[in-house]
């Protein structure tokens, strides 16, 4: 009996399993993925009702377009080999490709993803391009049709414009880092606007906008930056982070550059507005000074004076008004005092002289002279002279004349008649 050691026995078993299988295409769900700090990525292939453990060795992983996840399908070609130290068979990838979807397609959705969430589409953080640029950057291929375009529509849209080109790859191995320094370099020049962009081509000939590095390069510039990759149809990472995209390359110029004829409309036209604002403006000063000019005189020391004077005129022809007014009302007063003085003078004359008479006959009445009159006396009571009638029995009474007093007392009194 012919015995075999094991290492002898996982020999013949690894020269049978390479020879038999040097070539499988194998599809299944990708589970329990390690990326070693080797660059290896080990991994376990597995369906509902078996796994089978995987390797991809570093120089075949970093070709890979996409970042392998758990539970994602996809296709491997490889070659089944054993791992003798251990006597487990395994699949040696050469490549993985997605099950159902192209590599480039999912790594440009993963890439898309996970810039998203670092936030490095976010519409805030974008940068304002100026209106009237003065410098800008053109970075694309020296000898493509994109650049022509690029100059061409610069040259009838702005002359005032200073442009820099940097030739750089923009498809193929390399492109991405040579994007990348271009943009670095013309970030530190000073320029208004940075173009990169190229013409169209299919997913390969547009890749190096896809690259992670160029999208960090885009982010953190300082300068705001066009994407302008490819036809309308085409969307590539660079077109999300930089701060505008443009369909095309000459569309880009178009939307970044002033048409010159349009300014000449435009100036036209804020001079024709500039003339009837400037018109409106001096019409309102002008009323605006009418309106102080009569307000001025309306409140002047010549308007105040002539106020005060057409008031002191008023206050004199009131007053003359007045004094007329007065003098006709007293002319009239004196006219019916003239009319009645006559008759007045004449009552009073008549009454004074009725006084007269009364008082001469009172004098005459009470005149010592009088007294004499034979037979007749003044009867005085108590100092007054009295009337007889007044008198009675036993009054004392006296008797006077002008040259006697007689006391008498009165005995009887009788009524003659």
Known sequence: MHTL??????????????STFERVFVEG?????????????????????????????????SKLRFRLEEGMKVIIDGAVTLYKPRGSYQINCFSIEPAGQGALALAYEQLKQKL???GYFAPERKKELPKFPSRIALITSGTGAALQDMLRVANSRYRLLEIDVYDVLVQGEGAAFSIVNALKVA?????DIIVIGRGGGSIEDLWAFNEESVADALFHAKT???????????WVISDFVADLRAPTPSAAMEMILPDTNELYQYLDSLSTQLTQK???????????????????????????????VDEIKKLQKDFAQAITFRLQNYKKEVDSLQ??????IQSVLNI????????????????????????????VKDSQVVDLSSLNVDDVFEAQSDTYIVSAKVLKKEKIR
Do not use: W
């Not at 050691?5 to 390479?18: A, H, R």
């Open 5 to 18: 050691s094991v290492s002898s026995l996982n020999e013949q078993i690894k020269t049978v399993l390479e």
């Open 339 to 344: 009319q009645r003085f006559p008759q007045t």
């Open 224 to 234: 705001p930056v066009v994407s302008a990759v490819g036809h309308e149809i085409d």
């Open 29 to 61: 769900e990708l589970s329990r993925i390690t990326f070693h700090n080797s660059g290896h990525i080990y991994f376990t292939l597995k369906d509902k009702d078996s796994a089978v453990s995987c390797v991809m060795f570093r120089g075949n992983a």
């Open 187 to 191: 970030d530190t020049k000073g320029y």
């Open 116 to 118: 998203s969430a670092q």
């Open 278 to 308: 400037i018109t409106h403006k001096v019409y309102n000063l002008q009323q605006e000074l009418l309106h102080v000019k009569n307000s001025y005189l309306q409140h002047s020391v010549e308007k105040k004076l002539q106020y005060r």
């Open 352 to 379: 004074a002289q009725n006084q007269l008479l009364n008082l001469q006959k009172m004098l005459e009445s009470n005149n010592p002279k009088y007294k004499n009159k034979k037979g007749f006396a003044q009867i």
